[in-house]
């Protein structure tokens, strides 16, 4: 009997400490004085085929929250098969009607054909920015495609950039800031799971960039050119699990 009872400590431990941070969605609340009265839900790294938040979950919190504007930051998913499981997320995403602006990220350009993802979201309505700028009221949205998958242009995403407005930045892999050198107001990116397993000098064993291995990796930092946030994400790459790394999405108040 005293095995069964170390066995299941071991199961719970376990639970707790590498699932339930999968499971456990926070909302983090970032607010950055634009002056702009306009909220932003930001949601990072899908990874829809590891992904234990519900689609239901994600409609709850746009109806609960009110966002202006939905921004996604890329990697929805790498495997075909995977877009059937999507297609539900993104049914529960526009059931509220608020505009969805998108990038892509490092892990749906290894699919074997992107267009096909692509095509899916539009299906949905969403807007799926790829170097390129849209006025969206009062600001400019600028997507700049992934820098990891050496898809980025920044100087085709600010072509066409109203300078006289605030610039607001979606993009997936916040590497990029090292190398973007035009100012902006606000940047939003992923990519970096907060870590996903919050280990000491992970950035330092694993190379995700430069950035990461400086010890930026997640939050809401300031350089030179404006501010930039780092999203821990909402779903998981490689293991299915966190390590006192919750899952979140992000209302950004500007």
Known sequence: MIYLYIVILILFFLYINFILPTQWLKIERITYPLDLNLKILQISDLHVERLRISPTKLTTIINNEKPNLICITGDFTKHRNSLFKLEKYLRAMTIGHVPIYCVLGNHDYQQKNVMDLIKLLRKYG????????VHVDQIELIGIDDFDSGKSNIEKSFQNVDQAKPKVIITHDPNIVLHLNKSYDYLMAGHLHGKQ????????????????????????????????YISKGIGQTGINARFLVRSEVTMHYL
């Not at 969403?126 to 700028?133: A, T």
């Not at 000098?201 to 990796?217: E, N, S, T, V």
């Open 197 to 228: 397993f919050n280990i000491p000098f992970l950035f330092k064993l694993k190379d995700a960039g430069k950035l990461p291995r400086m010890g930026i990796y997640k939050g809401l930092h300031t350089n030179q050119y404006g501010a930039y």
């Open 126 to 133: 969403l807007h799926v920015l790829r170097n390129e700028s």
